[in-house]
């Protein structure tokens, strides 16, 4: 038997036929939170992202005041 453990909380989440040893999933509660923090991840990835349109477009500002 191939016993599925949650990766995070190491909670036993059963059992499954076809293999020994053992594996890792994700608990309910556990994927909720993963799932927040990927969700928290996106967001900060869009925020950077933004701050770095913003950082060239100030470069190019600085750029242009230079070259004239
Ligand atoms: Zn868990």
């Known amino acids: 038997m191939l016993k ?3 990766a995070d909380c190491k909670k036993d989440l059963g059992e499954k036929a076809g293999g020994e040893g053992v594996t890792h999933g994700l608990c309910p509660e556990c994927y909720l939170i993963r799932r927040k923090e990927i969700e928290e991840m996106k967001i900060q990835d869009r925020a950077m ?3 770095y349109e913003n950082y060239l477009r100030r470069n ?3 750029g242009m005041k230079v070259k004239k």
């Open 4 to 6: 599925i453990v949650c």
């Open 49 to 51: 992202e933004e701050n």
């Open 60 to 62: 190019d500002m600085t």
